[in-house]
């Protein structure tokens, strides 16, 4: 199924090139007092509404997809994890660029370097504009394979890990170039983009061969395929929940694929993950 959250607070079944609107199910997450409990309220509680969804199916109204405002399919996610040089020709172009790799050492690899969090204050749906923070310093894209957590897990196999996986979306982790440290260049407001919906596992048994696809004003600038990402997505779980705790609605952003580059005001990027779908986003000056 592919689950979206649109036009503010709806919630949506996506057939076809149409949208059936079964936000009522929203009805059945409790609410909750403070102190909140960990991880996202939606994903906590997908079984029960997946259920109530099945329900509500059969007559729901149909929207067209042209025209709805599509947010991030995860609204309040605990942490945004990332993976660094995932892929091995990304390592390669960092190695040969300056402007990107900025002194950091290239021979190290992800099992050095660890992962990283950007702020989940940064995350924004394709509807939303990509406000770029600093446009006289270099912006890069790099679309990714964002993995959804849908259950509290710690210390996971990668044998085991996919049964805590919730679904899949295309995620953009948008990069300021320069010396700082990740977790600060990559976390301005809209520096996270995630949709254009959460694809539940059942729809995608093997995360590790899927085409992912990037333009800017429809001229492809990454191409590649999960099956050459490095630390592959279950290896991702595994690592990351051998340092913390992972919850319902955690996104794993599992690294960018070669073909990185700047962005500009006025940009328009496609995004494409084969089995998951497509989105656009404009780019545009902070102050605009
Ligand atoms: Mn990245």
Known sequence: MKLCRFNGNCLGVLVGDGVLDVTPALAVIPLQH??????DPLILNLDAVLE???ELLPTAPRLPLDGLAMDSP???PGKIVNAPINYRAHIEETSRDAAIAHGRDMTRSISDWGLFLKA????IGPSEQIRLRFPDRRNDHEVELAVVIGRRCHQVSREAALDYVAGYAIGLDITIRGPELQSFRKSPDTYAVCGPWLVTRDEIPDPGV???RLWVNNALRQSANTRQLIYDVPRLIEYASSFYTLHPGDLIFTGTPEGVGPLLPGD?????IAQIGRFSIQVADRYA
């Not at 403070?34 to 991880?39: E, H, N, S, V, Y």
């Open 34 to 39: 403070w102190p909140l409990a960990q991880g």
């Open 52 to 54: 109530r969804v099945s």
């Open 74 to 76: 995860v609204a309040n």
């Open 120 to 123: 989940s204050s940064a995350l």
């Open 210 to 212: 899927l085409d992912l």
């Open 268 to 272: 328009r990027v496609d995004a494409e």
